[in-house]
């Protein structure tokens, strides 16, 4: 996708019926790409279509721009929020991240499901401004493992570490503001990928009319 102020069509959209905007959320470290990851590898994470994330955060090692996320400069991200071409954005640890709105509405116009990965801020902004959509909170099978992935993870400074692990146990109070909560327990990606896909398949059984304006 690229990343145009001029793609954005004015006003909402709604969605063919039964097409889903699906939210997979958690804390720093849970495994949100991981999980995205092997959701892709599968059949059934073919028919998705998974919305890249802009951000301002410097690359990681093995990141690819416009895969992993739309790498931004600061006044590049504040231009397109500005423009209003973002579902949603937040300044979470000290990076902007935003979802892009054009890849949203088409997905959605063309009746795929769109998936997004964003932090527990930008899952209730965009539950705000989406009621119809589906959010799906991934919670660790404990702090103390939370905490040592993300030590494991070896990408941030002591003190970026320290405040990634005060706002998860913030971010842990939140599942009640969720749809479905899923437990990533530690080695069993494929089972969480799993357990997230027959959800969106239940969700789809149950309301099949659905009709999702963004």
């Known amino acids: 996708m690229t990343v145009d102020p001029g793609i954005v069509a004015p006003g909402p959209i709604e969605g063919k019926p039964g097409a889903m905007l699906v939210i997979i959320s958690g804390p720093s470290g849970v495994g949100k790409d991981t999980i995205i990851e092997?959701?892709?590898?599968?059949?059934?994470?073919?028919?998705?279509?998974?919305?890249?994330?802009?951000t301002t955060?410097?690359?990681?090692?093995?990141?690819?721009?416009?895969v992993s996320y739309h790498f931004l400069d600061r006044d590049r991200f504040l231009a397109l929020r500005e423009a209003g071409e973002l579902l949603e954005s937040a300044e979470v640890h000290g990076n902007w991240y935003g979802t892009p709105k054009a890849q949203v509405r088409a997905t959605l116009a063309a009746g795929g499901d769109a998936i997004l990965k964003i932090d527990v801020q930008g899952a209730q902004a965009v539950k705000e401004r989406v009621p119809e959509a589906l959010l799906i909170f991934v919670v660790p099978p404990s702090l103390e493992a939370l905490f040592q992935r993300l030590r494991a993870r070896a990408t941030e400074t002591a003190d970026q570490l320290e405040l990634r692990q005060r706002n998860a146990a913030i971010e842990l109070a939140r599942a009640d503001d969720y749809d479905h909560v899923v437990v990533n327990e530690t080695g069993q990606i494929d089972r969480t990928a799993a357990t997230i896909h027959a959800i969106i398949a239940d969700e789809h059984a149950r309301h099949p009319a659905r009709r999702v304006r963004v």
């Not at 092997?38 to 802009?54: I, Q």
């Not at 955060?57 to 416009?66: M, N, Q, S």
């Open 57 to 66: 955060r410097a690359r990681r090692p093995g990141e690819t721009d416009g």
């Open 38 to 54: 092997a959701m892709r590898r599968t059949p059934d994470g073919h028919g998705y279509d998974y919305v890249v994330t802009c």
